[in-house]
């Protein structure tokens, strides 16, 4: 290969990265001042390969050199990678959580390695989807995703209300559901209802578990809502109910059956298996979060660029 | 006290130089430039520039308007030559400017 075909492909792979209408003339102009500067190294003699390797080597990678050409704004910002990477190493160790326990709730282990992968790739694209949206949101309306204070102790009353109405649905619909069904239906019960029917044991010894949780979280609710912020003790136990409700959720799948019908109770459990770990990764994250002691008061007059 | 660990001097140093480019190039093109005699000529005068960097940021400082260009053949191969713009002369007197006070708060800071 002679020292003016190394050129033209440097040029050609420079120009290739670049937009179709600033190509012709970036690769004239560009070629124009390698073989220049090749001349210049020559110094008389006649350029060969090496030389030329050495100069376009010198200049850069062509990815690189095309971005100097034409910075483009990154799909993720750089300040997004390590939130992208938790949440990425996040969702995968709670997926592949959710692969170790569904055998146990009657999954086929390979389908569930099959469907896990798929879940982690979904997951990934999901994240990038996101954090590529938020940064091209924060570059194009800088004033609208701009900091702003917040309390993060204060407690709006109309979402604590909400959040209250949420609890007690759950408690009613998951309570009795047939009696919801047939509030909608209007007559008797759905055929299709009986399928879903608990199991008599869960029912009655582990299921009213869950709902004495919801109702102390309900009522830590109302009681920080009438407050009008959270304070050390009530996230404390804000926490222990977390963990409590976590922990509840991993007894279901562990013990006996849920549903009488075991393709529901697998399909159940399967579902249920994430969110149930997922819950008690963050409410461990919560506790040992609140365990730390708080950084103390910075003093007045202290320097506030002590080491 | 922590522990300081040493700095990354070299970086620094093309992290300083690399801010002032822009105006170096600027100070230069009153008068027509092709970009292989502007590299020379910011060389000889104490400021040589990566062929990498310089002919990349005459194409950005063009579509920022502050440099006109034009090919021209004239004791050799085709030469694109670029000059100051009306707007690049005005934002080389701001940062000219703006140059001579840093100097003068930097050299008071340096003492």
């Not at chain 1, 109302?222 to 009008?228: F, I, N, S």
């Not at chain 1, 922990?247 to 994430?274: C, E, R, Y």
């Not at chain 2, 194409?59 to 920022?64: D, M, P, S, T, V």
Request: net charge positive.
């Amino acid at each position: 290969m002679d020292a003016q075909t190394v050129i033209e492909s440097y040029v050609r792979d420079v120009t290739q990265r670049l937009p179709r209408r600033t190509r012709a003339d970036v690769a004239l102009e560009l070629r124009a001042l390698l073989m220049e500067e090749l001349a210049a190294r020559a110094a008389g003699r006649a350029a060969d390969e090496a030389m030329a390797v050495e100069l376009v080597r010198g200049f850069g990678a062509p990815g690189e050199v095309a971005g100097r050409y034409r910075p483009a704004a990154p799909l993720l910002d750089a300040a997004d990678t390590r939130p992208f990477i938790m949440a990425a190493i996040a969702g995968a160790l709670v997926i592949m959580a959710g692969v170790a326990i569904a055998p146990a709730a009657g999954a086929h282990p390979h389908q569930a390695a099959n469907a896990a992968t798929g879940a982690i790739l979904g997951w990934l694209g999901f994240l990038f989807v996101v954090f590529a949206a938020r940064s091209w949101a924060q570059r194009h309306w800088p004033s609208l995703t701009a900091w702003r204070p917040h309390d993060p102790e204060k407690v709006s009353r109309a979402a604590s209300l909400a959040l209250v109405a949420v609890i007690v649905l759950g408690i009613v619909c998951y309570g009795a559901p047939t009696w919801v069904a047939a509030q909608f239906t209007g007559g008797p019960v759905p055929a299709w209802m009986t399928t879903v029917a608990y199991a008599p044991d869960f029912q009655a010894n582990r299921l009213p578990w869950l709902f004495g949780l919801w109702v102390a979280q309900a009522l830590l609710i109302l009681w920080v809502a009438l407050e009008g912020r959270w304070r050390a003790p009530t996230r404390r136990i804000e926490a222990g109910l977390l963990l409590g409700v976590s922990l509840a959720l991993i007894w279901f799948l562990a013990a006996g059956p849920m549903f009488q019908t075991a393709a529901v109770d697998h399909t159940a459990k399967a579902w249920l298996a994430p969110v149930a770990i997922l819950m008690l990764v963050y409410a461990v994250w919560k506790v040992a979060k609140l365990s730390r002691p708080p950084a103390p008061p910075m003093q007045p007059g202290a320097s506030s660029l002590a080491i | 006290m922590g522990q300081i660990a040493e700095p990354p001097l070299p970086k620094l140093d093309l992290e300083l130089r690399r801010g002032v480019l822009t105006i170096a190039v600027l100070s230069q093109l009153a008068e027509p430039q092709y970009g292989y005699s502007l590299r020379q000529a910011l060389a000889a005068k104490g400021m040589p520039i990566e062929e990498g960097t310089l002919y990349p940021l005459l194409r950005r400082l063009e579509g920022q308007g502050l440099l006109e260009s034009e090919w021209r053949i004239e004791d050799g191969p085709p030469r694109r030559y670029y000059a100051l713009s009306e707007a690049g002369a005005a934002a080389l007197r701001r940062l000219a400017g703006e140059w001579r006070d840093l100097v003068s708060t930097m050299s008071g800071l340096l003492g």
